[in-house]
Structures are given as C-alpha cells and as structure tokens.
Antibody
Framework: EVQLVESGGGVVQPGGSLRLSCAAS????????MTWVRQVPGKGLEWVAN????????KYVDSVKGRFTISRDNAKNSLYLEMNSLRAEDTALYYC???????????WGQGTLVTVSS | QSALTQPPSASGSPGQSVTISCTGT?????????VSWYQQHPGKAPKLMIY???KRPSGVPDRFSGSKSGNTASLTVSGLQAEDEADYYC???????????FGGGTKLTVL
C-alpha cells in the first residue's frame, strides 16, 4: 500500500525557516517524480515544487523561487522542502504527492500545516 | 501561469447529472491532453478522479467522466449520489518547464 506521511509543520515567525519531510513507502520511491502542493485553509490547491526521480530537475512556483528548496534522499525514501524567509502568505497545509507524469498526482499524504505568524 | 477558471459552485439532485467546466488557455488546457480532476472531501486529501482528460483510475466509478473542447475541459458526474458532495479541482499540464496549474475549485452540492 502506497503511503506518504508528511511532518515538520508548525508555527514560525515571518522571516523564519522550516523543513518539511515526507516519508514514502509501498512503492519504489526512486522511480517517481515527487511534488509538494499547498492549500490555504478554505482555499484552492497550488503547486509549490516538484523534483525528478534522481533529483536532477526541480521546478518551483514563482512565489517561492529563491526561498524554498525541494530535495530528496532516495536511499531513505524521503522527500523534503526547505522553506526560508517565510511569509504570512506561505501559511497553508502542505501536501506531499507522487507525480506519475504530466502533473498527475495519484497518491497524496494527509498534509502538514505551516503557520507563519508573529 | 494564471489559475484555470472553474465555477465556484454546482449542484444537482440525487440521480441527476452535473457538469463542471474548467477553462484555461492554449498554453495549458488547450495545448495538451493532460487535464486531471481531483475530488476533495472536507478535511481530506485530494483524490485523483480523472486523468489525461478522459481516463479513470482504478476504483473510480464510471459515473465520473471527462471531456475537453478547445481550451475548456469538463467533468460530468452522472447519477449523483450523496457521497459525491465535495470540492472538485481541475489541473492541467502547462509545458515541460513549468509546474501544472490548478483551477480555483468547484463546490458540488447534492441537493
């Protein structure tokens, strides 16, 4: 059974940093692109970043470029999102997802909540 | 890219059909046959319902169907059931150098 479990969310002050993690199991992690999608509570979904199977290609939404870094450790079946210079508008539930191509996410975690507030 | 355009709400009675539209541009919806639809119940993660415009993942009822014409994709739910009440989001591939783009979401109410 495919499982994706996010962790690392919490409350952080504006300008602060957080590192999100996503532990994957039930499939060959290194065979798949992986993605982060966020959702402001009560609002819609937004792509944040995705990463190629071997980590060689990374894409970001414009609003996080230069502040967020997506990475992965295929030996540990783990996906990460390093978030720096956090802003109030980054407050959201962050989902980890398995991207099976053409921006199609077939499995999602349950999300981890990031709150940026002073 | 700009978000795809969906109606904020849709509704229908049990047993009826409802169609939700998703309008983009020639750079996303109109340019590729890579539109997907997600269902999200309150407090839950999204669930893939349709991919590549018309295909259904295993386990998704055939009451759910997708189509596309030009820059507009559509999701049709036939034989509405109470459990279909949820938010629905469309998504489109927008080129190999870009992330995908989601629609703003449609809240489907089963009357």
């Amino acid at each position: 059974e495919v499982q994706l479990v996010e962790s690392g969310g919490g409350v952080v002050q504006p300008g602060g940093s957080l590192r999100l993690s996503c532990a994957a199991s039930g499939f060959t992690f290194s065979d798949h692109w992986m993605t982060w999608v966020r959702q402001v509570p009560g609002k819609g979904l937004e792509w944040v970043a995705n990463i190629k199977k071997d980590g060689s290609v990374k894409k970001y939404v414009d609003s996080v470029k230069g502040r967020f870094t997506i990475s992965r450790d295929n030996a540990k079946n783990s996906l990460y999102l390093e978030m720096n210079s956090l802003r109030a508008e980054d407050t959201a539930l962050y989902y980890c997802g398995r991207d099976v191509g053409w921006c199609r996410v077939d499995y999602w975690g349950q999300g981890t909540l990031v709150t940026v507030s002073s | 890219q700009s978000a795809l355009t969906q109606p904020p709400s849709a509704s229908g009675s049990p047993g009826q059909s409802v169609t939700i539209s998703c309008t983009g541009t020639s750079s996303d919806v109109g340019g590729y046959n890579y539109v997907s639809w997600y269902q999200q119940h309150p407090g839950k993660a999204p669930k893939l319902m349709i991919y590549e415009v018309t295909k259904r993942p295993s386990g998704v009822p055939d009451r759910f169907s997708g189509s596309k014409s030009g820059n507009t994709a559509s999701l049709t739910v036939s034989g509405l059931q109470a459990e279909d009440e949820a938010d629905y989001y469309c998504n489109s591939f927008a080129g190999s150098n870009n992330l995908g783009v989601f629609g703003g979401g449609t809240k489907l109410t089963v009357l």
